[in-house]
């Protein structure tokens, strides 16, 4: 596996959030069978450059650096195989996109269905400064600097009524 250090800025991204944040004892198994499979992901029998990890207990993140070798359709696939794998070992869905996952005032990471995100959003209980997670975005850089941003920046603000 390629260190995330030494992956471009450019490297496509995928992120996969979880339905419960992953428990310390469940932490290094699963760290460990996304970097093995990162290690050893082909494309058309080519190792592509690679990178996969979970970030705050909650997110599973691939990355691969395109301009080596992009994933195409048999690579996205053998990802997907083990995604869905994770999510049967681990009793989690990572392929639901209509929840949202923000940041709590003391700092932990919560998750509300589109609605309820809605409603907190109308109550106060959430605000335009309230830290969410983009996870459409599809670059390293953009992981590093429009992921977790605050409602009013990212995609979430159409929700604000």
């Not at 979880?18 to 990162?38: C, G, K, M, Y």
């Not at 990890?53 to 993140?61: A, E, K, P």
């Not at 106060?124 to 600097?145: A, M, P, R, S, Y």
Request: hydrophobic share 40%; charged share 20%; aromatic share 10%.
């Amino acid at each position: 596996m390629t260190p995330y250090n030494l992956m471009p800025a450019d490297a496509k991204v995928w992120i996969y959030q979880s339905s419960r944040p992953f428990t310390a004892e469940e932490l290094p198994q699963l760290t460990q069978q996304i970097e093995e499979f990162a290690q050893q992901w082909v494309r058309h029998g080519k190792l592509l450059k690679a990178w996969g990890g979970v970030l705050h207990r909650q997110f599973v993140v691939l990355m691969v650096d395109e301009a080596a070798l992009s994933a195409g359709g048999c690579s996205i696939d053998a990802s997907t195989r083990m995604l869905k794998e994770l999510e049967k070992q681990y009793g989690i869905s990572l392929f639901d996109r209509l929840t949202i996952a923000y940041r709590t005032p003391d700092g932990h990471i919560a998750t509300a269905s589109r609605n309820q995100f809605e409603q907190l959003l109308a109550n106060g209980q959430i605000t335009l400064e309230t830290n969410v997670f983009n996870n459409l975005i599809n670059t390293k850089t953009q992981l590093e600097t429009e992921w977790e941003v605050p409602v009013y920046k990212s995609w979430h603000k159409q929700l604000v009524s």
